[in-house]
């Protein structure tokens, strides 16, 4: 019996604490705390201290698994350093699920005596009691099947507890990934519940907090030199350098697709087929400094990955080039 209650105790204390402290860092720890422009600020900011180039061609390219990724990291940290914090959590509620246990004793307990029940009776109460809490395998009270004496079996349940309740103690946050219920699962389910829509030129990820939100367009705040995502001048290896809100107000063109025959305006990018018909980008001028600063920091590598060059048409320009990693960080305010 022991051992069941135990293995039940230990699931329902560690889902509890983990429901407890998603919660938590969705209140206190900054990058949880708004919207998703907000992550993406700090996950951009995250990437620029790192400087990992593979990490953020995961951004880029496959947004979500960089964004899960992000918020595992996060939540083991906090972990390793809220130490008190997260175990003040953790004993708050061995303390309350204990105490639950001894109050579904004492009330099954009474109900049964003063109905003049007998052991299935008061086993099918306690686990009534208990069924939205716990999980426990019914067969452990068996032990319990010819007491007649209620007085006894509560006795009996009650020392059972006390035991239980003092193994309680060797209990640790670092087990919480054995079970179902994980912070940064939770984390991730709610965070991650939104549109990953990416933009047709750039790979900027839709803000909208709906995964389907049709009829409303896919927008970003900011797009990106779409060159980073490897648009190129065809036939060159000339990078195109241009952001997507300045190419829309232009009067250049684009092929949609690598085997394209025919050219689209770019002011009427939404005629070039189903994965552009659906964005809205603003014509403006708005040129975040961050991704000017990441085109010049990772020149050389962006280079490499897409067998481009920045020459000609697509070469740098000497203003992106005098801006500081700290001006890149402090840009993403604008967002």
């Known amino acids: 019996m022991e051992s069941a209650f135990k293995a039940s105790v230990d699931e329902a204390v560690y889902n509890k604490t983990a429901i407890d402290l998603a919660g938590e860092m969705k209140s206190s720890f900054p990058p949880f705390t708004g919207n998703k422009v907000n992550l993406e600020k700090h996950i951009l900011q995250s990437l620029a201290e790192e400087e990992d180039f593979d990490k953020y061609m995961m951004y880029i390219q496959h947004p979500r698994k960089l964004v899960e990724s992000f918020i595992k990291k996060a939540v083991k940290e906090y972990i390793s350093t809220q130490q008190d914090k997260v175990d003040s959590i953790l004993k708050k509620n061995v303390t309350s699920t204990m105490q ?28 009534r009691l208990l ?17 007649d004496n209620f007085d006894f079996l509560k006795e009996e349940l009650d020392k059972g507890l006390e035991t239980v309740s003092e193994k309680m103690g ?27 829509a990416q933009c047709p030129f750039c790979n ?16 970003v705040p900011f797009h990106r030199p779409y060159g980073i995502s490897g648009w190129h001048y065809r036939g060159t290896v000339e990078f195109s350098i241009n952001f997507c809100s300045t190419s829309v ?11 394209s025959e025919q050219s689209i305006p770019f002011k009427l ?51 992106w080039k005098s801006h500081t990693k700290e001006e890149a960080i402090k840009s993403l305010e604008n967002m």
């Open 100 to 127: 639950l246990l001894s109050r579904a004793v004492h009330s099954a307990t009474e109900k049964v005596r003063s109905q003049r029940g007998n052991t299935d009776m008061w086993m099918g109460e306690f686990s």
């Open 170 to 196: 060797s209990l640790s946050v670092h087990r919480m990934e054995e079970f179902s219920v994980r912070p940064d699962e939770i984390l991730i389910d709610q965070l991650c519940s939104s549109c990953w």
């Open 249 to 259: 107000a232009s009067d250049h063109h684009f092929y949609p697709h690598y085997n």
């Open 269 to 319: 990018y939404r005629t070039a087929g189903p994965k552009y018909a659906h964005w809205s980008i603003t014509p403006d001028e708005s040129k975040l400094i961050y991704w000017k600063w990441f085109v010049c920091r990772f020149q050389k590598e962006l280079e490499e990955h897409h067998g481009l060059k920045f020459q000609n048409r697509g070469e740098i320009p000497s203003e």
């Open 131 to 147: 069924k939205d809490h716990l999980k426990f395998n019914t067969n452990c009270l068996q032990n319990f099947s010819d007491i």
């Open 204 to 219: 900027a990820i839709c803000t909208n907090t709906l995964e389907d939100h049709s009829p409303d367009d896919h927008c």
